[in-house]
């Protein structure tokens, strides 16, 4: 059986509320005292119960981590920086994802009624999600927000420079390759990623006097699947001398090139592809992909840093922090490199 707190006060001759304050406040008593309670919950093997030690503290020693999916690479490298930085920062993550058509408002307002955690990180992905802000504001919890930010909530951010990543992959298709063509393939027109790459799509097409024709423009879903039934429809009608697809993540760069080699139409040579976020598939596809590394994994890790931060000093100013998105060129685009990163 093991030893309960009263055995450890019984030991060292002390009351359960002086172990208690040596286990959690420490400061508050004397050295002696101390010396000797600690030496008794070594012979006695004791654990501090977690639960009842969060009650006193009024802190679970766990934050939230909420995505708007658990599915696929991005998201599971943002989860591992997570993990590993709340483990260093030795709290627990809990783990859920809002998906579209989920009432995340009441899911996220069930956390604050239980008592669940300490402080949240959330990533807001859509416009359409309209009640976040609001029920954010009411949580009264340390908040941090990935790769956006939310008006009436005071909160830490973490941001990926989206525009600046788009805008390098445009003017090297541009500038570097020449292109003459570009049909942009981007996510549902709410999601707030795709709208910051095709602004960028948009706004370098304009400057080099190319038409961004409607016909051009795709919104999908961001899945391989959907982007292959695409290419395998248009790939024919794509192709042509410097004619590119700009794919706004890599699996549906991915599943293009699969549908265009489908149907007999050759990247980059008939038709260059290029993606966004520099996820493992950049490396599996066949030539391998041009892209725009995101860095995911330190996005998680900073996003519980700052939460850990917050929790620990709720008082101190809002901060909020830019991690930069990077040009890496590779085979698929079929031009050169002209000063960019290359691996």
Avoid at 37 to 53: D, K, T
Avoid at 182 to 191: P, R, S
Avoid at 257 to 264: D, K, P, R
């Amino acid at each position: 059986m093991s030893a309960s707190i009263e055995d450890v006060a019984k030991l060292a001759n002390v009351s359960i509320s002086t172990v208690s304050r040596v286990i959690n406040r420490r400061k508050l008593v004397n050295e002696e005292t101390c010396q000797r309670v600690e030496a008794a919950i070594r012979q006695l093997r004791y654990r501090p119960n977690a639960f009842a030690r969060g009650l006193m503290l009024r802190k679970s020693g766990i934050v939230g981590l909420v995505l708007p999916d658990l599915h696929g690479e991005f998201y599971s490298e943002i989860i591992r920086g997570a993990s590993l930085q709340a483990r260093e920062m030795r709290h627990n993550l809990l783990l859920s994802s809002a998906l579209p058509g989920d009432d995340a408002e009441s899911w996220l307002a069930a956390f604050s009624q239980h008592g669940l955690i300490d402080g949240l990180a959330v990533m807001v992905s859509d416009t359409m999600a309209s009640g976040i802000g609001p029920t954010l504001a009411e949580l009264h919890l340390p908040i941090v927000v990935l790769d956006d930010e939310i008006e009436g909530v005071e909160h830490d951010a973490v941001i990926i420079d989206q525009r600046q990543g788009a805008l390098a992959m445009m003017r090297h298709l541009v500038d570097d390759c020449r292109a003459k063509r570009v049909i942009f393939v981007g996510g549902l027109e709410t999601n707030i990623d795709t709208q910051a790459r095709f602004k960028a799509y948009c706004d370098v097409l304009k400057k080099a006097g190319l038409k961004a024709h409607n016909e051009d423009q795709y919104h999908l879903d961001y899945t391989y699947d959907s982007a292959y039934r695409l290419a395998i429809q248009r790939a024919s009608a794509w192709a042509g001398q410097h004619h590119y697809v700009f794919a706004a993540n890599d699996e549906m760069a991915a599943g293009i090139i699969a549908g265009a080699i489908a149907t007999n139409v050759s990247v980059p040579h008939d038709l260059g592809v290029v993606g966004f976020d520099d996820t493992r598939v950049a490396r599996m596809t066949s030539p391998l992909l041009t892209t725009v590394r995101v860095p995911m994994s330190r996005m998680g890790a900073t996003a519980i840093d700052l939460l850990c931060q917050r929790i620990a000093e709720p008082d101190r100013s809002p901060a909020k922090v830019a991690l930069p998105a990077e040009l890496v060129v590779r085979e698929s685009c079929g031009c050169g490199m002209n000063g960019r990163t290359k691996d």
